[in-house]
């Protein structure tokens, strides 16, 4: 699954992703920081994309992802499923 964290502003995204891959070093695979977006990919598999509502515009095209904190699937601007917890 891909998960988005939502961030204020690009140096907010490169915050948010040190404070992560600090805290959860052990749950990382592999960190592509390459782009304005930083992508941590987890050993289960799930990728964090950490983004700015800017960025978010063009990068959920096409996409399905859940943001953090969230139980609501997206496919693209669009939730097309909410997950009951109880």
Not at 11 to 33: C, S, V
Not at 50 to 72: A, L, M, R, V
Request: charged share 25%; with cysteine; glycine share 4%.
């Amino acid at each position: 699954m891909i998960y988005a964290v939502r961030c204020i502003n690009l140096p907010d995204t490169q915050d948010k992703a040190r404070a992560y891959m600090k805290k959860y070093k052990t749950q990382i695979k592999e960190i592509r920081r390459h782009r304005m977006i930083p992508v941590i990919l987890l050993n289960s598999g799930d990728e964090l994309h950490f983004i700015t509502q800017f960025t978010w515009s063009d990068w959920c095209k096409g996409k399905t992802y859940q943001f953090i904190g969230e139980n609501t699937t997206y496919l693209g601007k669009k939730p097309i499923k909410t997950q009951n917890t109880d």
